[in-house]
C-alpha cells in the first residue's frame, strides 16, 4: 500500500500517450491524436473524416492512420465507411444513462467508505476543493477542454476513495466517456459551468460533513442534471 492516501489520490489518465508523445509507434501516435480530438470536442458527432486528412496533418502514411482508424471503431468512437471515411460516432441517450448510473453507484459507495473516517473525509473534501479551484480557472479561460478533464478528476478521485482497486479500475475506464459528455454538456449550455461548480461545491459539503447518504441523492441529481438536460 502507497504511503499516500487513497482518498487523495487523482487517478491516471489510462488513455494513450497524446500527440506527439515520443513513445509509441505511428498507429499509436494516430490514434492518440484522433481520439483526443474526439473527447475535445473538436471532432463532433457525424462528422466524416479521410485516412488522408490526418495523414497529412500527421506528416505520416494511410497504413497507421488505417490501424488507428480501425482500433477506433473497435471502441466505438468511429465507424467506418469504404471510400468515405470515418464518422465520430455521436453520444447515444442509452450511453448517457448507462454512464450516469455506473458513476452514480461507484462514488455514492466511495463516499460511504469514508464517511466514517473523519480524517479521511477531510483529506478527500481538501482534494477536490483544490480540484474546484482548478476547474474555475479553466472556466475564467473559457477553457472547455481543460473543465472537462478537472471535472473528470474531481470525480475520480471520488472514486479512488473507494480504496477497491477493482472499481478504481472500472472508473477509469469510463473516464474518457465522461470527458466527453461533460464537454458536450458545458457546449450545449452556456449556464452549465456554472452549474457544475455549484454543484460540486455542494458535494464537497456533504463529504466533509460524513453525510453519505446524502451524498448518494445529491450526485445521482448532479449527474441527472448536467447531462440529461
Known amino acids: 500500500m502507497s504511503d499516500t492516501p487513497r482518498s487523495t489520490r487523482i487517478p491516471s489518465d489510462p488513455a494513450a500517450p497524446g500527440p506527439g508523445a515520443d513513445g509509441g509507434t505511428a498507429a499509436d501516435r494516430a490514434y492518440a491524436h484522433v481520439k483526443e480530438r474526439i473527447l475535445s470536442g473538436d471532432l463532433e458527432g457525424g462528422e466524416l473524416i479521410s485516412e488522408g486528412e490526418i495523414a497529412d496533418g500527421l506528416q505520416m502514411s494511410r497504413t497507421p492512420v488505417r490501424e488507428a482508424f480501425l482500433r477506433l471503431q473497435t471502441e466505438g468512437w468511429m465507424r467506418l465507411y469504404p471510400k468515405r471515411g470515418a464518422a465520430i460516432t455521436p453520444i447515444k441517450p442509452r450511453e448517457v444513462d448507462e454512464v450516469i448510473e455506473a458513476r452514480a453507484l461507484v462514488e455514492a ?50 472514486a479512488a476513495a473507494s480504496d477497491n482497486d477493482l472499481l478504481i479500475n472500472f472508473y477509469l475506464g469510463l473516464r474518457d466517456r465522461q470527458r466527453r459528455m461533460t464537454r458536450d454538456s458545458v457546449q450545449r449550455s452556456p449556464g452549465a459551468q456554472d452549474r457544475i461548480l455549484d454543484q460540486h461545491r455542494e458535494l464537497v459539503d456533504l463529504i466533509a460533513a460524513q453525510d453519505a447518504d446524502g451524498f448518494a441523492a445529491r450526485i445521482s441529481e448532479h449527474l441527472d442534471d448536467i447531462h440529461r438536460h
Not at 473516517?117 to 481543460?146: C, F, K, N, V
Open 109 to 158: 459507495h466511495a463516499v460511504a467508505s469514508v464517511a466514517a473516517d473523519p480524517a479521511r473525509a477531510a483529506d478527500l473534501a481538501a482534494a477536490l476543493t483544490m480540484i474546484i479551484d482548478r476547474q474555475q480557472r479553466a472556466a475564467a479561460a473559457d477553457d472547455l477542454a481543460g473543465f472537462a478533464v478537472a471535472d473528470a478528476d474531481f470525480h475520480g478521485s471520488i
